[in-house]
């Protein structure tokens, strides 16, 4: 794994930000223009994914940090639902539903591989006598 040494650095953060730059585009035009609600309830879910990965980067622990990746998760989970009501609705056509469907599932896929990535690095760990924090720090900066 790359070294990590701020959240910007975490695939999963980049890749969540793909796509809320795609939401806000996509959602700039169209039906979404009137439907102020979904439009918000989309932007504000994409948006969740990132800060979530961002905030949970710098939570104190390894398990603070897994719970916040949950989150990110749950809030990709949460886009995905959203398209397909944008969809229903006429506001999206089947190209852009794709296309932003496969990349929160791709956000998702990311932060499931972080996620165990991370289960496993602190397992290996348990092991030893290395504290949470300088786990975390390792996990972080791609030390052992």
């Known amino acids: 794994m790359a070294k990590i ?12 930000r793909k796509l809320a730059r795609d939401i806000y585009e996509v959602t700039r035009r169209g039906g979404f223009r009137q439907d102020r609600d979904l439009q918000d309830q989309l932007r ?6 990132m800060a979530n990965i961002a905030e949970g980067f710098d939570a104190g622990s390894t398990q603070e940090f897994q719970r916040f990746l949950l989150y990110a998760l749950r809030s990709s989970s949460e886009v995905q639902s959203h398209l397909y009501v944008a969809l ?13 469907y496969d990349r929160s599932r791709s956000v998702k896929n990311l932060i499931g591989g972080f996620r165990r990535y ?23 900066t791609g030390n052992r």
């Open 118 to 140: 991370l289960r496993s690095a602190t397992l290996a760990r348990s092991g030893s006598r290395t504290s949470t924090s300088t786990a975390r720090l390792e996990s972080r």
């Open 44 to 49: 504000r879910a994409a948006v969740s994914v």
């Open 5 to 16: 040494e701020r959240f910007e650095d975490i695939e999963a953060w980049k890749e969540a």
């Open 88 to 100: 229903d609705q006429g506001y999206l056509d089947d190209k852009w539903f794709a296309l932003l």
